[in-house]
């Protein structure tokens, strides 16, 4: 097996791996987001008394848990997490497959960087039998092929 069948199989397990245990950082990001989120559903199934304070409550927590998110995960784009429980669910979702995409960069990176080397390998060795041919023989040496718009 090569280093580029190797770098290929490396990424799906990961990404296998990862459907049933996320990383760290994945599981960073969501207990962060989860301590607002749990405030903002609270504040939401509370009686008419006391869900104006517990809202206020919800907001606040938000904003402490989004700067904590800031600090913890700098790649992720937006860092707001919002103050009502459907709409900090799906930034959960959202940030979940950010950090997951920024976990398998590194992997994708290096199977895109063995691919493109295995195919400029290629592309050299066509070009070597090409002008070997052309010393040996009286044939022209084959051109690519170009679409012409006309």
Not at 43 to 64: D, K, Q, V
Not at 129 to 139: F, G, P
């Amino acid at each position: 097996m090569d280093e580029l069948d190797e770098a290929r199989r490396e990424l799906a397990d990961l990404t296998e791996w990862w459907k049933t245990e996320p990383p760290r950082e994945v599981r960073d990001v969501q207990r962060i987001i989860d301590v607002a989120r749990e405030a903002s559903e609270k504040a939401e199934h509370a009686n008419p008394f006391t869900r104006g304070w517990l809202r206020h409550a919800a907001e606040r927590t938000a904003a402490e848990q989004s700067q904590l998110l800031k600090q913890t995960a700098p790649w992720l784009e937006n860092t707001t997490i919002p103050a009502t429980y459907a709409e900090a669910n799906a930034f959960r979702t959202n940030a979940s497959k950010a950090t997951l995409d920024h976990m398998r960069k590194p992997y994708e990176d290096r199977v895109r960087r063995l691919n493109r080397s295995r195919f400029n390998e290629r592309i050299k060795q066509r070009l070597a039998e090409n002008i070997e041919k052309a010393k040996t023989t009286h044939e022209p040496i084959p051109q690519p092929h170009h679409r012409h718009s006309r």
